[in-house]
C-alpha cells in the first residue's frame, strides 16, 4: 500500500527564515516522489519532482529511502510562498499518485 | 491547447440525491484520476483509471463514488445517495504516464444540503 504522511497542517515562518516542510511515505516498490503546490485561487500543480533534482522557486527536495523521506526545503523563504503543499508519491508505473494531507505555509513579513 | 476541465464548477444537492460530475482532460492523456478535497483531510483519491478502461472504482471503500470514461478524454464522476459529508471539492487530474506530472483541473465545489 502507498502511504504519504505530512505531520504538519499548518506552518508557520518569517520572512528571510528557512523552511522546511516535512514529507514520510511508505511504499514497498521504488517510489516516485513529488511536491505539488496549490496558491489561494489556483489550481493544484506541480512544484518538483524527485527524479529531475532541480530547485524551482528556489525549493529542494532530497529523496531519503533510508529514512523514507522526501523533505521539501527552502533556506530564505518569501511571502508569496504562502500556499498549501502536498507530497504525492506514485509507483514507476504510474497506477496511482497518493497525496498527503497537505501542509498550509504562511510566511509572514 | 485547453488544460484539463471540469465542469460544474459549482454544484448544490440535496441529500439522497445522484449527482455527476464531468471531466475533461488534456487529449493523449492516458491516467485520470478524481481526488476529493477538504479542509483539514487534504486529498483523498476516489479513483483513477488507465487507458481505455471505462470503469474503475478504488481508493474509496463506499461504493456511492464511481467514475465512468465514455471517451479516453473524458470522465464522470457519479455519486449516488449524496449524503452532507459528500460536500467538498472534488478535482479531476490527468497525466500522460507515470512518472510525470499530473494536471488538475480548477475543480468542482459540491454543496450537499
Known amino acids: 500500500a502507498q502511504r504519504v504522511t505530512q505531520p504538519e497542517k499548518l506552518l508557520s515562518v518569517f520572512k528571510g527564515a528557512p523552511v522546511e516542510l516535512k514529507c514520510n511515505y511508505s511504499?514497498?516498490?521504488?517510489?516516485?516522489l513529488f511536491w505539488y503546490v496549490q496558491y489561494s485561487r489556483q489550481r493544484l500543480q506541480l512544484l518538483l519532482r524527485h527524479i529531475s533534482r532541480e530547485s524551482i522557486k528556489g525549493f529542494t527536495a532530497d529523496l531519503n529511502k533510508g529514512e523514507t523521506s522526501f523533505h521539501l526545503k527552502k533556506p530564505f523563504a518569501q511571502e508569496e510562498d504562502s500556499a498549501m503543499y502536498y507530497c504525492?508519491?506514485?509507483?514507476?508505473?504510474?497506477?496511482?499518485?497518493?497525496f498527503g494531507e497537505g501542509t498550509q505555509l504562511t510566511v509572514n513579513p | 491547447g485547453a488544460g484539463v476541465s471540469q465542469s460544474p464548477r459549482y454544484k448544490v444537492a440535496k441529500r439522497g440525491r445522484d449527482v455527476a460530475l464531468r471531466c475533461d482532460s488534456i487529449?493523449?492523456?492516458?491516467?485520470l484520476y478524481w481526488y476529493r478535497q477538504t479542509l483539514g483531510q487534504g486529498s483523498e483519491v476516489l479513483t483513477y483509471?488507465?487507458?481505455?478502461?471505462?470503469?474503475?472504482k478504488s481508493g474509496r471503500p463506499s461504493g456511492r463514488f464511481s467514475a465512468e470514461r465514455p471517451e479516453r478524454s473524458v470522465s464522470t464522476l457519479k455519486i449516488q445517495r449524496t449524503e452532507q459529508g459528500d460536500s467538498a471539492v472534488y478535482l479531476c487530474?490527468?497525466?500522460?504516464?507515470?512518472?510525470?506530472?499530473?494536471?488538475f483541473g480548477q475543480g468542482t465545489r459540491l454543496t450537499v444540503v
Open positions: 504525492a508519491l506514485s509507483s514507476y508505473s504510474g497506477s496511482r499518485l497518493t
Open positions: 483509471s488507465q487507458s481505455d478502461a471505462q470503469r474503475d
Open positions: 511504499y514497498s516498490g521504488s517510489p516516485e
Open positions: 487529449s493523449g492523456h492516458v491516467t
Open positions: 487530474a490527468s497525466s500522460s504516464g507515470a512518472p510525470l506530472e499530473a494536471f
